[in-house]
């Protein structure tokens, strides 16, 4: 949701298709949020007036660094190899067989 001091027109796509020319001029004095069934979508806004943030997206755990793929690392065939290389071989034994 964007959060700014004054609280932005919204507008609902079908609205935003039908009156484009519009809502491009209205953009020019402040910013714009298009909803799709209630939800933000998107900002429309003039880029030469308005300095925009990118909110980055929250950063997911990767499997290979859960502690799981370190406890066998007394395996023969798992020495010298790093927790990625061993998740690897086994991702492609779980779907390709050896």
Known sequence: ??????????????????????HSQFAKQEPIVVTKFGEDQFIFADFNTYDLK??????KYLTSNL??????????DWKGKS???????LRKAAWYGK
């Open 67 to 76: 502690k799981f793929f370190g406890m066998h690392k007394d395996r023969e």
């Open 54 to 59: 990118i909110k980055k997206p929250q950063q």
């Open 83 to 89: 927790a990625t290389q061993i998740t690897e071989e």
């Open 1 to 22: 949701m964007l959060q700014t001091a004054i609280e932005p027109k919204r507008i609902a796509v079908r609205d935003f298709q039908h009156n484009f020319v519009k």
